[in-house]
């Protein structure tokens, strides 16, 4: 993009200019320049792998620049650490939270911050300190609550009370919305237009455009480690905004009519997960998954989902029964159950799906190494598995320079890829997919739906778990509803709306959805 467009001065509270930042083999950011006002919600959008994540650890300093400058309020500033930045007031609330579930909510706020007096810990002011900043911005949280007992949408207002609480002025959200239903959403958006009255300045990155369009003041583009765009919201549109991150349309989960088949893949019956306490985490769940349909989960994350899958897999202690393919697998173990077809994208990639330190034709591996193709003798046949790595690296366009690069130098969305890859591409017979899109580009979103699609016309029986409503929607053959461990609702793709899936998703509503209610 050249030069930062004229006006940069006095107002700006971000000022990069020129920054590059290489790793070996892979040029991250090339002469990225970014502009981001004081007071405004700046989005930054791009393609997986366009350098988004990259830019912000630097600015947030757990990245130093191999060349460019950083100017904070005017001052150039040279970050050798994240303690340097948060001294300068940036703060950086990242995708995957990092919460102490086994403490309150004040204790993880305050931690590493943690106020004294005469030489003890001063958990009232912190208290006071904490209820001080919510009434200010919005963002309440109850400062003696447990944070095991916190829903998804809680825990992240928890994130941006630590850096709020640590001085910040200067909010770094890497894809905030990523788990929250629709009106978590609306009050996310909110807070943040609360904290950018009281004079803070948010940095937004996401992958959701309709959002990115509705909350954001300036939008950056990033394609391919450089800034290519500053557009205004109301200057461009989805399928605009999409072109310039990707130079195609805007894709759509919406597929073709699908055939549903008769034999059913995968029965659970009276599935139950014990809690810690007297309720239990999954409550007697029935249901079944047919040849060639997509049974859609939807449900707020930390109402029983992890558990019902991991329950399914047989990686959980439960009662109850489970099938796969007339099968029961009840008491088999989850080698077996895998052995069967049964596949699995996970809910955590980096704690579930990924060794981080190893190269990817390793990862491309996981749950397979068993395989005879992939054995000789004793060994791995290293030759088979790095061909069958970059066959899933080219399917899915996974962007790196090679099969032996380590799993942790990819981009998030690219990690995901080739998790997806992995599963989809062992020709399972049915798949547990959690989340298969998140933190993926709006090109990736699409290969992954095309994917997705093939599979289930091949016969795939697929329990779909998202946080993306409207590819429920538009994936999903069926939609159940998951609300504290229980089945609370069956809905109807064709007639439900993101709204509609909201309201039983938080417990709002209960029971068989009304056609009025579907089609309002």
Same mark, same amino acid.
Not at 227 to 247: F, N
Not at 397 to 419: H, I, M, W, Y
Not at 481 to 501: K, R, S, Y
């Given at each position: ?12 509270? *971000? ?11 892979? %040029?991250?950011?090339?002469? *990225? ?46 970050? #050798? ?36 007096? +005469? ?33 998804? +949408? ?19 959200? /890497?894809?905030?919305?990523?788990? $929250?239903?629709?009106?978590?959403? @609306? ?5 943040? !237009? ?15 455009? /309709?959002? *990115?369009?509705?909350?954001? /003041? ?9 800034? *290519? ?78 558990? $019902? ?14 099938? %796969?393919?007339?099968? /029961? ?15 699995? &994208? ?13 190269? $990817? ?11 005879? #193709?992939?054995?000789?003798?004793? =060994? ?7 061909? @069958?790595?970059?066959? &899933?690296? @080219? ?12 799993? =942790? ?21 049915? $798949? ?8 993926? @580009? ?13 599979? !289930? ?15 429920? &929607? ?47």
């Amino acid at each position: 993009m050249g030069e930062l467009s004229e006006g940069a001065g006095e107002g700006d509270a *971000v000022v990069l200019e020129g920054i590059e930042k290489r790793f070996p083999g892979v %040029i991250a950011n090339h002469d *990225v320049n970014l502009r981001v006002r004081r007071g405004t919600i700046h989005a930054i959008v791009g393609e997986n792998g366009a350098g988004k994540s990259t830019l912000m650890k630097t600015l947030y300093g757990m990245h130093q620049p191999d060349a460019g400058t950083i100017r904070v309020n005017g001052t150039e500033l040279r970050f #050798r650490s994240p303690s340097d930045a948060i001294a300068a007031g940036i703060g950086m609330v990242h995708q995957h939270f990092m919460l102490a579930d086994n403490l309150t909510v004040a204790e993880n706020v305050i931690l590493g911050e943690e106020p004294a007096r +005469g030489g003890l810990l001063d958990l009232d002011a912190a208290r006071r300190r904490i209820l001080e900043i919510g009434r200010a911005t919005g963002i309440r949280v109850r400062p003696d609550r447990l944070v095991a007992e916190l829903g998804v +949408g809680q825990r992240q207002r928890v994130e941006i009370m630590k850096v709020l609480y640590r001085g910040a002025r200067i909010l770094i959200l /890497d894809e905030p919305t990523a788990v $929250l239903v629709p009106q978590e959403v @609306d009050e996310l958006f909110d807070n943040l !237009r609360a904290m950018v009255a009281d004079g803070a300045t948010v940095i937004f990155i996401s992958h959701k455009l /309709d959002e *990115v369009l509705k909350v954001s /003041d300036d939008i950056t583009v990033i394609r391919q480690g450089t800034t *290519v765009a500053e557009v205004k919201p109301a200057d461009v549109d989805r399928g605009r905004l999409a072109e310039l991150m990707v130079g195609s349309e805007l894709p759509s989960p919406e597929g073709r009519e699908s055939e549903v088949g008769s034999d059913v893949l995968l029965s659970v019956d009276g599935l139950t997960v014990a809690g810690p306490g007297e309720r239990p985490l999954v409550d007697h769940v029935t249901f079944e998954v047919h040849a060639a349909e997509v049974v859609g989960i939807a449900g707020v994350e930390g109402n029983g989902q992890f558990e $019902l899958c991991e329950a399914i897999l047989g990686q959980a202690p439960s009662t109850g029964r489970v099938s %796969i393919g007339g099968a /029961d697998v009840t008491r088999e173990s989850t080698r077996r159950r895998r052995e069967r077809g049964l596949g699995y &994208i996970p809910f955590d990639r980096h704690r579930e799906g990924l060794l981080l330190g190893a190269p $990817l034709w390793e990862n491309s591996l996981l749950g397979r190494e068993d395989e005879a #193709r992939f054995t000789a003798g004793p =060994f791995v046949a290293a030759t088979q598995a790095r061909a @069958d790595c970059r066959e &899933i690296i @080219d399917a899915f366009t996974v962007r790196t320079p090679g099969e032996d690069v380590p799993a =942790f130098a990819l981009s998030g969305g690219n990690q995901q890829k080739l998790v997806v890859g992995r599963e989809i591409t062992d020709d399972p017979t049915v $798949l547990l997919a959690a989340h298969p899109t998140r933190g993926v @580009d709006v090109g990736a979103q699409a290969a992954i739906w095309d994917q997705i699609r093939e599979a !289930r016309d091949g016969g795939l029986g697929l329990l779909l778990i998202s946080a993306d409503l409207e590819e429920l &929607i538009g994936l999903s053959d069926r939609i159940l509803v998951m609300f504290d461990g229980q089945i609370t609702a069956e809905l109807d793709p064709a007639t439900a709306t993101p709204e509609l899936l909201g309201s039983y998703m938080t417990g709002a509503r209960q029971g068989v959805p009304t056609h009025q209610e579907q089609a309002s």
